[in-house]
C-alpha cells in the first residue's frame, strides 16, 4: 500500500519522514511513501490516510493506493482524502482529466481532437489501436487510466548511522573496566558495519564524566577498517596518553562509514605489512615518544638546509626508483657534528670535529645562503667543501650569527 501526500507551499517530505523511511520526493510539494505495515499500529487505511492528514492540514490532499501511480494520480486530482482499495483504481480514477496524466502536448492535442477527455475515455480504446496511433507512450498513458501500476518505486533509505552508547550503572575510573565496556560497543558497531559491507574511517569517542563535562577523542585511519581488537588497542593507546578528567557515566561511540579498502597484491612487490598492524604499531610508537614525534617527513618550501615537518603517516605503495648511477654520494650528518675550524687567510686550513680531523688539502667555496629575514627565526652561512688530510671529503658550514662551525656530512 502506498500514499501520495500533494501539498503545495508545504514541504511534504519532513511530513512523510514521519510516518515511513522509505519514501520517494516527486517535487517539493509531492511525496510517496510506503505503508504498508502501519496498519498494525494506525488500523485501516481509512485511519492511516486521517493520521496523515491531521498532520500535514486541510490543504495537503492525501491518496492511499496499492500501487505508487494510482496514489499520485488521485493525490494529484481529487481533494481532501482518498482511499483506493485493490481493484477499486480504474473505477475511482475514472472520472480525473487526462491532463493528470502530464502527457505530452503533442499527445494530448491528439486525444483532445479524438474526444478523450478522462481516464475513462482512455481506458476504453482498443489497446492495439493505441499502439498503432500513439506508440509505446500512449500504451504507458493508458495502463496508467486504468490504474495499471507502472515502474517500480525508487523509495529512498536513509543514511545509516553508526552509533552505539552506553549508560553506566556506577560511575567507571579505570581503564580495565572501561575496555570492557568499549569492547561491547566495538562489537556492536563492527557487527553493523558488516551487515551493510561497510567499513569505518573515523572513531569518535565521547565520555560523558561525573561532573557532566565531555570528553571526545578522535581517530581518523589510515584506510577503513572493521577490526574491534584493533580498534580497542587504539582507543586504549590513546586514553592512556589523554586520560578523563573524572569518572565516566556514560560512553557514546559512533563511527564514519566508509567502503572497505581493495587489494591486489603483485606478483613481483614485495609484501606490505597490514594497514591494521602498522597504524597499531604507530600509534604504540606515539604513545612512547609522544605524538608530535612519529610521522611522515614532508619537504617545507623554504631554502634553509634540511628543513623539513612532520606530516600524519599515510602507508603507500613505493613508487619505482629510477636507477641513476651516481659517482658520489653524501651522507647528511643529522645533528650536524659542532667543529673546530682554523682559519688561515679567511679560508678553513684545518677541521676537527668527532671522527674527523685533519688539515685542509683542498677546499671550494664559500657559498653564501640566507632566509627568513623576515621572520623571527632568520638563518644564514658560509658553506665549504673541503678534503682533509685523514682523508675525509665533507662540508662544513659556519653560521653568521652565532660565528659556530658544523660539519654537515661526508662525500662518498
Known amino acids: 500500500m502506498f500514499a501520495c501526500i500533494h501539498s503545495p507551499g508545504i514541504a511534504a517530505s519532513g ?17 510517496v511513501l510506503d505503508v504498508s505495515g502501519l496498519d ?24 492511499l493506493a496499492p500501487n505508487r501511480e494510482a496514489a499520485i494520480h488521485a493525490a494529484r ?18 472520472s480525473l482529466p487526462v491532463e493528470v496524466l502530464t502527457p505530452p502536448p503533442e499527445l494530448l492535442d491528439t486525444l483532445d481532437r479524438w474526444g478523450i477527455r478522462t481516464f475513462r475515455d482512455l481506458a476504453a480504446l482498443p489497446e492495439v489501436g493505441v499502439a498503432e496511433r500513439l506508440g509505446a507512450e500512449g500504451v504507458r498513458l493508458q495502463k496508467l487510466a486504468r490504474g495499471e501500476s507502472g515502474r517500480p518505486p525508487r523509495l529512498a533509505d536513509p543514511a545509516p548511522v553508526f552509533v552505539e552508547s552506553l549508560e553506566l550503572d556506577h560511575p567507571i575510573d579505570l581503564l580495565e573496566p572501561l575496555s570492557f565496556a568499549l569492547s561491547r560497543l566495538l562489537n556492536q558497531l563492527c557487527a553493523r558495519l558488516e551487515e551493510r559491507a561497510l ?15 565531555e570528553h571526545a577523542r578522535s581517530l581518523r ?54 594497514p591494521e598492524k602498522l597504524e597499531l604499531t604507530l600509534a604504540r610508537i606515539a604513545a612512547l615518544v609522544g605524538a608530535g614525534n612519529v610521522g611522515s617527513p614532508q619537504l617545507v618550501d623554504t631554502h634553509r638546509p634540511g628543513a623539513f615537518h612532520l606530516a600524519e603517516f599515510r602507508g603507500a605503495a613505493p613508487r619505482p626508483v629510477p636507477h641513476n648511477p651516481a659517482q658520489l654520494a653524501f651522507r647528511v650528518l643529522r645533528p650536524p657534528l659542532p667543529a673546530t675550524v682554523q682559519p688561515a687567510s679567511g679560508t678553513p686550513a684545518f677541521v676537527s670535529a668527532h671522527g674527523i680531523r685533519g688539515k685542509v688539502l683542498a677546499i671550494a667555496g664559500p657559498w653564501r645562503t640566507s632566509g627568513d629575514w623576515w621572520t623571527t627565526s632568520p638563518w644564514a652561512r658560509d658553506d665549504w667543501d ?27
Open 221 to 274: 585511519l589510515p584506510v577503513p577498517m572493521r577490526n574491534p581488537i584493533t580498534f580497542l588497542k587504539l582507543l586504549h593507546l590513546d586514553l592512556t596518553a589523554h586520560p578523563p578528567g573524572a569518572p565516566i557515566v556514560a560512553i557514546a561511540l559512533a563511527a564514519t562509514p566508509a567502503k572497505p579498502r581493495a587489494i591486489q597484491d603483485g606478483l613481483f612487490l614485495p609484501p606490505f605489512p597490514e
Open 386 to 412: 673541503a678534503a682533509l688530510s685523514d682523508g675525509a671529503l665533507c662540508r662544513i658550514y659556519r653560521e653568521h650569527f652565532s660565528g659556530q662551525w658544523f660539519v654537515e656530512g661526508r662525500y662518498d
Open 77 to 94: 486530482g481529487f481533494p481532501g482524502l482518498t482511499v483506493i482499495r485493490h481493484g477499486q483504481e480504474a473505477a475511482l480514477l475514472g
Open 15 to 31: 511530513i512523510a519522514e514521519e510516518f515511513s523511511p522509505r519514501l520517494e520526493t516527486l517535487d517539493p510539494a509531492t511525496v
Open 40 to 63: 498494525r499500529l494506525l488500523g485501516p487505511p481509512e485511519k492511516i490516510a486521517a493520521a496523515i492528514a491531521a498532520r500535514a492540514g486541510p490543504r495537503a490532499r492525501i491518496a
Open 199 to 213: 567499513a569505518a574511517l573515523e572513531l569518535r569517542l565521547t565520555l560523558r564524566l561525573e561532573t557532566q563535562a
